[in-house]
């Protein structure tokens, strides 16, 4: 009888990404900057504060305060809190947050 011979094939994995996760600290929206004194009260008095921090707290103060319209879930009614940040607006849309955002954020 003839021996059979196994051959192992070595198989080549592929190399990892170099850059698989971007750099946090250079995506905008993680980066912390100053505040207006608009901002700051709202967060509680926190001098800087990223965008994804200021979206974060805001729709957790709208979910935790029923703010959104149960017909149409793209309204949200301002509290008082919240139209200190909002240009004092009774009613706002999901896709105006971003615009009304922008003055609170104190270019350097």
Do not use: Y
């Not at 009774?90 to 003055?103: F, N, R, S, Y």
Request: with cysteine; net charge positive; aromatic share 2%.
């Amino acid at each position: 009888m003839a021996a059979s011979s196994s051959a192992t094939v070595a198989v080549k994995k592929p190399p990892p990404a170099a850059t698989a996760v971007p750099n946090r600290m250079n995506n905008p929206l993680l980066k912390a900057v100053p505040v207006s004194p608009a901002m700051r009260a709202f967060l509680g008095g926190s001098p800087e504060a990223s965008r994804a921090d200021v979206l974060k707290k805001i729709w957790g103060h709208i979910m935790a305060n029923q703010l959104q319209n149960p017909a149409n879930k793209r309204e949200i009614n301002c509290d008082e809190k919240l139209k200190t940040i909002m240009a004092g607006k009774d009613k706002i849309g999901m896709m105006e947050i971003a615009k009304l955002l922008k003055p609170h954020f104190v270019k350097k």
